[in-house]
């Protein structure tokens, strides 16, 4: 039988034998680096160390907001990773693994590196030093895989992975209706022959 239509016989009997079950409530998710900035209220006499405070609150403000950004980006750039952990915003899309697109999530991931590297942290209260130590080490790890392991041209996983995670991520839990997700997996399923052609032309040294 045709791969793809293997894949829409499964999804049409996953409707159909779970047509009246209700769909429960996606989970709330953690954020990855606390939001704990200081608020420092101005009052008419301010001391140097409070100045000292108000610089380090805005600081450690800064690097919240950063990674807020982040994190939405990232999300919403890989929305097969973002349905695997229950973030189901983007459940009818698939990575674009372009070599344009690689290039721009590669040039961010770095830049953004680099201003977190940059960022002066002596005088921060601990957390937000442990804090911009994780962050940092996060965005080190991503940027390390995409200057040097990059997976994109020498690993065919990232391709079939994507496929069948794809899926999988949209049937492993009752998050919505059988009638949502199987029309999610079914926008997805039409996207994978793109999505492998893709990855045919970005793989050199598989």
Same mark, same amino acid.
């Given at each position: 039988?045709?791969?793809?239509?293997?894949?829409? =016989?499964?999804? +049409?009997?996953? +409707? =159909?034998?779970?047509?009246?079950?209700?769909?429960?409530?996606?989970?709330?998710?953690s954020p990855d680096v606390?939001?704990?900035?200081?608020?420092?209220?101005?009052?008419?006499?301010?001391?140097?160390?409070?100045?000292?405070?108000?610089?380090?609150?805005?600081?450690?403000?800064?690097?919240?907001?950063?990674?807020?950004?982040? &994190?939405?980006?990232?999300?919403?750039? &890989?929305?097969?990773?973002?349905?695997? =952990?229950?973030?189901?915003?983007?459940?009818?899309?698939?990575?674009? &693994?372009?070599?344009?697109?690689?290039?721009?999530?590669?040039?961010?991931?770095?830049?953004?590196?680099?201003? =977190?590297?940059?960022?002066?942290?002596?005088?921060?209260?601990?957390?937000?030093?442990?804090?911009?130590?994780?962050?940092?080490?996060?965005?080190?790890?991503?940027?390390?895989?995409?200057?040097?392991?990059?997976?994109?041209?020498?690993?065919?996983?990232?391709?079939?992975?994507?496929?069948?995670?794809?899926?999988?991520?949209?049937?492993?839990?009752? &998050?919505?209706?059988?009638?949502?997700?199987?029309?999610?997996?079914?926008?997805?399923?039409?996207?994978?022959?793109?999505?492998?052609?893709?990855g045919l032309r970005n793989?050199?040294?598989?």
């Amino acid at each position: 039988m045709n791969p793809t239509n293997f894949f829409f =016989v499964a999804i +049409v009997s996953f +409707v =159909v034998s779970s047509g009246g079950t209700r769909a429960q409530a996606p989970p709330q998710r953690s954020p990855d680096v606390s939001n704990k900035a200081l608020i420092t209220k101005s009052t008419p006499s301010i001391s140097e160390d409070a100045f000292k405070n108000q610089s380090v609150s805005a600081a450690t403000a800064t690097l919240h907001k950063m990674a807020d950004d982040y &994190y939405a980006w990232r999300n919403e750039n &890989y929305p097969v990773r973002s349905s695997d =952990v229950g973030l189901h915003t983007w459940d009818d899309r698939l990575t674009d &693994y372009s070599p344009a697109k690689i290039a721009e999530r590669a040039q961010r991931v770095r830049a953004l590196l680099e201003k =977190v590297r940059a960022m002066k942290t002596d005088n921060w209260p601990k957390d937000e030093r442990i804090d911009w130590i994780l962050f940092r080490a996060q965005l080190e790890n991503v940027d390390f895989g995409n200057r040097l392991l990059k997976f994109e041209q020498t690993n065919p996983q990232v391709y079939t992975g994507e496929c069948t995670d794809a899926i999988f991520s949209l049937l492993k839990k009752e &998050y919505d209706t059988p009638r949502k997700r199987a029309l999610a997996a079914t926008a997805r399923l039409k996207q994978m022959p793109a999505l492998l052609k893709q990855g045919l032309r970005n793989l050199q040294n598989p």
